[in-house]
């Protein structure tokens, strides 16, 4: 594939993957303009550890939020980080997403205090980071490596986040959902290519 054609493809990727980002944080906005003009009834939506009418609430809890407050601190890191992710392909994203909510919801909802309400999409923040801090090891790809590096720098601090200091805070959530972004990195780790050796009458297949 020559530039130009190699340019187009990743034209094509950015492009979509800033439009999958801006839809999904429009949808999170507007789904707390919701939550708050009907009193908070979309907060039955969190996940209530322990109970067995719970579990569907896994794939719910990471599009409600709190309040305006509590989504505008996931708004910025879940833009840069999801659309770096994205730049991969939306549908290797997608399950990537998919199987970091299922982690960290699954991890919530069998740790967390009981009586509990848990909600955010900072559990889909923390996946994000650990796919994308160890995505490069995993595939063997410098660039990948780079940008794993340049994310640790930017955002190595929100590590903090899954020790238990802030009763408030849902250690949980951002603990299951790094493993399970990390989890999510070797699952679905790029194929690589291997020459096939057959014997020496047989040619070799690349």
């Not at 439009?19 to 429009?26: K, S």
């Not at 997608?94 to 509990?116: D, F, M, R």
């Not at 900072?122 to 980071?129: A, Q, R, T």
């Amino acid at each position: 594939m020559g530039n130009n054609g190699w340019e187009k493809r990743w034209d094509g990727r950015a492009k979509a993957a800033a439009l999958l980002m801006a839809g999904w944080v429009a949808l999170l906005w507007l789904l707390e303009v919701i939550d708050v003009s009907t009193g908070h009834a979309l907060d039955a939506g969190g996940i209530t550890p322990r109970r067995a009418d719970e579990l569907p609430d896994i794939l719910s809890a990471p599009f409600l939020h709190g309040s305006f407050g509590h989504l505008a601190g996931n708004t910025v890191p879940l833009l840069i980080l999801g659309f770096v992710s994205a730049l991969s392909g939306i549908r290797r994203f997608a399950s990537v997403v998919l199987t970091v909510i299922l982690v960290s919801g699954l991890g919530v909802w069998l740790i967390s205090p009981a009586n509990s309400i848990t909600l955010g999409a900072s559990g889909v923040v923390f996946g994000l980071f650990g796919y994308l801090l160890v995505r490069g090891f995993v595939n063997r790809s410098p660039v990948d490596v780079v940008v794993g590096v340049v994310v640790a720098a930017v955002y190595g601090s929100i590590l903090w986040g899954v020790l238990p200091t802030d009763a408030g805070i849902s250690w949980q959530a951002h603990l299951f959902g790094l493993v399970g972004g990390v989890s999510a990195a070797f699952v679905f780790r790029r194929p690589t290519t291997r020459a096939a050796v057959t014997n020496s009458t047989s040619p070799h297949r690349f």
